[in-house]
């Protein structure tokens, strides 16, 4: 009896350790990058760079078992060599970064939707994205979502693009695929990921607003891994206990997020995010990537690297926008021109300008277009505020892409405009040849 007795304490003492015993709880590290854009080089102010991110990316992966790396999107579109081997390149260096699960970005399209099936064969990382689909329903990507056990916690890593993509491309870009909602996606995959599970990051190409509704509206996801704003956050975004996370854009930056995993709880006990600068003219390249690079931009130098003007002063993103306006107006001999602020991607240093600083700020392959029309039919995005006689016909310069996307890019529809003109990047460089100084 008393060895029955004994047995009773011993086992109620087992029980009640383990209801008294703290969670199961595991270290997982996610290194992160967003918005690389194929910037290969560091820019002029020696941040970013293919090979210096490689360096650090490489010595934050060495020795670490519970790192995982993410990309959020839009690793091509942006530099000459992106833009004359269309992407392709780009995800043959990227291979050499180690990533463990990239999704899309909305520049993926850029070359066409065809292009991004290479871009999946070419890259030997797997690329997931659960929205992307056609009038069918089937997916894009070979996968919505990919689980990889790290540091013992199963990590379901789910791919979203942003609802905006038929506005942020052209429909013979995008073919036969489109964005559902991203909400009501998230919210059905998390469902089925819920028992498969320890823990739900959503690796997204999303805007802040998404980003928001996200956190607020499915609290089965505990992580968001953003990109698609180039500016990085200052401090997480946190929502009842989950938290968004997205860094600068090209390269220039790497996140890392440092977790610790309540697994039975499938949640998030303790955080801490670190933005940790890739600063050039410090950190020496990772060789075998800086060799590989260097082959590429050899191919592009002699077209791109070769002086076309002089700039007194540094030039803002919304500087050059005003820069390419006034160009369109003269080249096309227009009387208003409308430049959108986000085709605007760099600007434009002090010192001699070459052409690689115009391609570098418009690499699209975007053309000019004109149209006439009366005062009346001109948007206020276009007039700003000028004096205009709503019944004299003005000509109005754009690019198609702006033309093609009207209703969201100038609260306009139904203009016409049948002058096609150059492409835009070489209207800017001839000007820029004629003007010879920029002051």
């Known amino acids: 009896m008393r060895k029955i007795t004994a047995l009773r304490f011993t086992l109620l003492g087992l029980l009640l350790f383990v209801a008294l015993a703290p969670a199961e709880q595991r270290e997982l590290i996610i290194l992160h990058t967003n918005d690389l854009h194929a910037r290969f080089l560091p820019g002029v102010k020696k941040r970013g760079g293919f090979a210096q991110l490689a360096a650090v990316i490489r010595h934050e992966r060495d020795g670490c078992r519970s790192c995982i790396l993410l990309n959020a999107g839009d690793l091509t579109q942006g530099t000459p060599v992106s833009t004359l081997f269309h992407g392709v390149p780009v995800y043959e260096v990227a291979n050499l970064l180690g990533f463990d699960v990239s999704t899309l970005g909305n520049h993926e399209f850029d070359y066409g939707w065809q292009k991004v099936l290479q871009f999946l064969q070419v890259a030997r990382f797997p690329t997931v994205s659960a929205n992307v689909v056609d009038a069918q329903d089937r997916l894009l990507t070979p996968h919505a979502y990919l689980i990889r056990s790290v540091n013992g916690v199963r990590v379901a890593i789910l791919g979203v693009m942003t609802g905006d993509l038929a506005t942020l491309s052209t429909p013979d870009l995008l073919g036969p695929w489109h964005a559902a909602p991203v909400i009501e996606t998230v919210r059905r995959y998390a469902a089925e990921l819920r028992n498969k599970s320890d823990l739900i990051v959503v690796l997204g190409h999303i805007t802040g607003q998404e980003e928001d509704a996200l956190l607020r509206e499915v609290p089965d996801v505990p992580v968001i891994v953003s990109g698609h704003l180039h500016t990085g956050l200052q401090e997480p975004k946190i929502f009842d206990g989950r938290l968004d996370v997205r860094v600068a854009g090209y390269g220039e930056e790497l996140g890392r997020l440092e977790l610790l995993v309540d697994v039975p709880r499938k949640s998030v006990a303790r955080w801490t995010w670190k933005r940790l600068p890739v600063d050039a003219s410090t950190i ?110 003005y000509t109005l310069a754009i690019s198609d892409f702006i033309a093609a996307n009207q209703k969201t890019e100038l609260g306009a529809s139904g203009l016409v405009f049948p002058v096609k003109g150059p492409l835009q990047r070489d209207l800017i460089i001839d000007w820029v040849k004629k003007q010879k100084v920029l002051q």
């Open 284 to 393: 020496p390249p990772a060789a075998d990537v800086a060799k590989v690079v260097a082959g590429w931009e050899a191919k592009v130098s002699k077209i791109v690297d070769v002086p076309i003007g002089e700039s007194k002063r540094e030039f803002s993103v919304a500087e050059v926008k005003t820069l390419i306006e006034k160009a369109m107006c003269e080249e096309m001999h227009a009387d208003f021109a409308f430049m959108n602020k986000g085709g605007v991607r760099d600007f434009l240093p002090q010192g001699t300008i070459l052409a690689r600083h115009v391609w570098n700020i418009m690499p699209f392959d975007n053309r000019v277009v004109t149209g006439r029309f009366q005062g009346s039919q001109l948007p206020p995005a276009v007039t700003k505020g000028r004096s205009i006689d709503p019944n004299r016909e």
